[in-house]
């Protein structure tokens, strides 16, 4: 009988899931912010228990500032264009993430995962990804002004062309790192 109720539970969760993100593949950016808050506020987006994952979401110019998304998954999901102000994604899973365009300007990344994310054009000022992984992201054209990258994987990352002016850089690993035009940075 627990198999019947772990298939059921994996039913419910499924449909769950393909209804939040058909509903927000429709909405525009303060209607995904309302669907979004409700969803961690109600502990179904967030943690390792999460009932509905967000991965691939369509968070397109999503209006998300502020936003407290403390270890949300948001793997692979699409927020070109959308505002992170002062969110708080700590912890949060954006590993292959479409940010390109975003405005992030101080949000809390600490602890976050964002390999292989496209941050292109993303701004970054001010924020805190310290401890964050950024493996292989393209952050090409990114401002990442005064960001806190200390501590954080920054391994075989596209920063050519990004605004660096006070960035954090101490106990980063850079290995393999584009910067400036076409360098790369060895270890």
Do not use: C, W
């Not at 009988?1 to 393909?18: D, K, P």
């Not at 009932?51 to 998304?69: F, M």
């Not at 496209?118 to 310290?130: G, K, N, P, Q, Y």
């Not at 090409?140 to 200390?150: I, K, P, T």
Request: charged share 20%; net charge negative; hydrophobic share 45%.
């Amino acid at each position: 009988m627990r198999t019947l109720g772990g298939q059921r539970n994996n039913v419910i969760r499924e449909v769950a899931r393909a209804r939040t993100l058909t509903a927000l593949a429709g909405m525009d950016g303060p209607r995904k912010r309302f669907v979004i808050t409700f969803l961690y506020e109600l502990s179904l987006i967030n943690g390792h228990d999460e009932l509905i994952s967000l991965a691939n979401a369509d968070l397109e110019e999503a209006d998300l500032s502020g936003a407290e998304l403390f270890g949300a998954n948001l793997d692979r999901a699409s927020l070109a264009y959308a505002n992170l102000e002062r969110a708080r994604l700590t912890s949060a899973l954006l590993n292959g993430a479409g940010l390109s365009n975003a405005n992030m300007t101080h949000s809390l990344l600490v602890d976050a995962r964002l390999n292989q994310a496209d941050l292109r054009l993303a701004i970054l000022r001010d924020s805190d990804a310290s401890n964050a992984s950024l493996f292989s992201a393209d952050l090409r054209g990114a401002d990442v002004s005064e960001v806190n990258f200390a501590g954080a994987n920054l391994r075989s990352t596209d920063l050519r062309g990004a605004v660096m002016q006070g960035a954090i850089l101490r106990g980063a690993d850079l290995t393999g790192a584009l910067i400036g035009n076409d360098s790369s940075v060895e270890s």
